[in-house]
């Protein structure tokens, strides 16, 4: 009877974190970008302004980002539009509960209000914006958000809330591309990037 008792406990501390790292190693491992490939994406990205009256589409989907305790899931939100300047389709991405604060759901939240003049910075990827695979309706350029400068025609202390919670440091942008990187660029598109 102890023999057993000892075994279960044993199994519990070994076991299932062993089986939880299998799992995650070859079921939610992806394109497994590291902190230099996220360095180079960003590296080869520009900050640029935009200005939206409406979205022409928004969305996400949700994901394991792992087996872990406490919240497993996450979820990537894009909010597409037309840049009448570059000429080209783009997605704003954001992802929702991957910030221990839930600003990621405020952000989206109030990004789904978006109805009148919006003007905002974003990170776009030069690899990206110069291929002509990307920026059709079908497949757009990815922005990653940076600033918030107006919302709904609305300018200087009267968006500060928003300003604020739209705002993404470096370390949350590192950590959304890490996984944009990871487990939403096509491989074949990861690979030719990063001469993999």
């Known amino acids: ?23 995650n190693h070859f079921f939610f491992k992806g394109n497994n970008a590291t902190d230099t490939q996220v360095n180079i994406y960003l590296k080869n990205s520009n900050v ?10 928004d969305g996400y989907e949700q994901y394991v980002v792992a087996l872990q305790r406490g919240a497993n899931s996450a979820a990537l939100h ?19 509960y991957l910030e221990n604060n839930q600003q990621g759901s405020q952000r989206v939240s109030f ?19 110069r291929n002509p695979k990307y920026g059709t309706k079908e497949n757009p350029v990815p922005i990653w958000p940076k600033d918030l400068l107006q919302y709904n025609g609305k300018i200087n202390d009267k968006i500060e809330l928003e300003a604020k919670t ?18 939403f660029m ?4 990861y690979k030719k990037m990063f001469n993999k």
């Open 1 to 23: 009877m102890k023999g057993s008792k000892y075994g279960y406990i044993i199994g519990l501390i070994i076991g299932v974190p062993l089986f939880a790292f299998a799992i």
């Open 48 to 57: 640029k302004t935009f200005t939206v009256n409406k979205w022409i589409d």
């Open 78 to 96: 894009w909010f597409t539009f037309y840049d009448n300047n570059i000429k080209k389709y783009f997605n704003l991405y954001t992802f929702s």
């Open 111 to 129: 990004l789904g209000y978006v109805e009148d003049k919006t003007v905002f910075t974003g990170y776009v990827n030069q690899n990206q914006l």
């Open 166 to 183: 739209f705002h993404v440091n470096s370390q949350t942008n590192n950590m959304f591309i890490q996984q944009y990187l990871s487990r």
């Open 186 to 189: 096509p491989k074949d598109e």
